[in-house]
């Protein structure tokens, strides 16, 4: 899968060069010619957290709230969790037309913003290994990309951290957590997702990428998997958060 993920990815920057030559760049979200397909001014529009947020799941608070959320009562399988903005507005396009329209020419852009955001949300650390959320098989067939592993490939090539993404999988097959009561979410994923290759993930610091992150449930099955397998800690790090 590993070697069919980084063929396809060759092709796609084959094909893209080609594009660029026949059909040159505009920006997926607004429509606007120009040399990238997020244009500057919709990726000044992206809603980018600030602190306040709460120290653990990474929410948007204000002052008056507090540094944690609710989220103290949940049994989180990872330290921490940081995301990049709000998912609304024209991250919400930029992520659609990454995930559901195969547009991967946006996934270097919103790589870009997480690589640049990084050493705010987290400062200091320094991961062992980054890990995307896994796919199934078939929907990785069905869409030719995992979007948190073309992420977390170029977070880690950028900040020049040790990726591997063949180390784990998802093994079962789940309803789309989109639409699912959150009582029933972390019911569905469990056992979804398998280390293959123990050895690799034992005692490691992992960071975990993320494409949205919503009630945290997805994120903290894999990293509960991660952990069982024998990781240090698991840090999530997700580039919208759905407020
Ligand atoms: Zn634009
Ligand atoms: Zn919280």
Redesign the pocket.
Known sequence: MLLLSRVSCFFEQFWEGLLDIVYPPFCLVCGKPGDQYLCTECANRIEIIEYPY?S????PRTDSQGS?????GRNYHFVQARCVGIYDGVLRDAIHAFKYDLQTAMTEPLAQLMVREFPRLYPGLKPDLVVPVPIHRDRFLERGFNQSGELALRIAAALRFPFDERLMKKEKKTLDQVGLPESQRSLNLQGAFVVTHTRDVWGKKVLLIDDVFTTGATANEVAKALRWAGAASVYVYALARSV
Do not use: K
């Open positions: 709460c653990r799941c990474g929410i944690h959320c609710e989220c103290s």
